[in-house]
């Protein structure tokens, strides 16, 4: 099912900003919704509006822990830092080799904390632990404030925006990016849209070192 929106433009008086509201739907391969929005994150762009000057956002911690990441899903801006505390009883060791910041924190012990990362270039950071095959996490860095993870939610609501066009992406492990325009004025933006899921809910992948995995002793956690 291709992604479906729609967007009905309410005039709330002569304000300098407006807003962008309205629910998500997250599709499964058989097309029924989903009852959670978990790792749907909503980032707004501006296209032809006012880019608000970006603050290095506080230190990120993504923890490490039932041998998941928490959040899975975050964002940050550039020059920010993040940590990955480890709250597990085993060693971790995060690492990304993607083409964005690669780096390699090296495994670090229980309760203790990563080295802190800091991330320079824009796009979707994809992170893994080089123990454990199936940890993975997902990190936007943004030259936008305005992005919300939407677990917990059942849409997006953004709000002073400053009037103009954006462009509205949408992003789940399971639908890959998806794209749409906004147009912002002096008053609210109502929309609805549709993410359908058509991709593999664990992506393999490789070891920091570029081989495959040791097969797993204990899968049962993940």
């Excluded at 709330?12 to 509201?21: E, I, K, N, R, T």
């Excluded at 899975?72 to 009883?89: C, E, I, K, M, Y």
């Excluded at 890959?176 to 906004?182: C, H, I, L, Q, S």
Aim: with cysteine.
């Amino acid at each position: 099912m291709r992604p479906t929106f729609l967007f009905v433009a309410t005039l709330a008086g002569p304000l300098l900003a407006g807003g962008l509201s309205g629910p998500v739907k997250l599709l499964d391969k058989e097309g029924k919704p989903r009852e959670t929005l978990k790792d749907v994150i909503a980032i707004l762009e501006p296209i032809n509006a006012p880019k608000p000057a970006l603050e290095k956002r506080p230190a990120l911690r993504i923890r490490t822990v039932g041998k998941r990441f928490s959040p899975r899903v975050a964002w940050t801006t550039p020059g920010s830092l993040v940590s990955f505390p480890n709250q597990d009883s085993i060693i971790h060791n995060v690492f990304s080799v993607c083409c964005l910041d690669p780096f390699d924190t090296g495994q670090y012990e229980p309760g203790g904390d990563s080295p802190k990362v800091k991330f320079s270039r824009t796009g979707l950071v994809k992170l893994y632990c080089n123990v454990h095959h199936k940890m993975n996490a997902f990190l936007w860095v943004i030259e936008t404030p305005y992005a919300q993870v939407l677990d917990g939610k059942s849409g997006l609501a953004f709000e002073e925006l400053p009037a103009g066009t954006y462009r509205l992406k949408l992003w789940h492990p399971e639908t890959g990016e998806k794209t749409f325009p906004v147009t912002i004025g002096s008053g609210s933006v109502h929309g609805e849209w549709t993410l359908s899921a058509n991709l593999p809910a664990f992506e393999p992948h490789k070891n920091k070192f570029g081989k495959d995995y040791p097969p797993a002793k204990d899968e049962g956690s993940y």
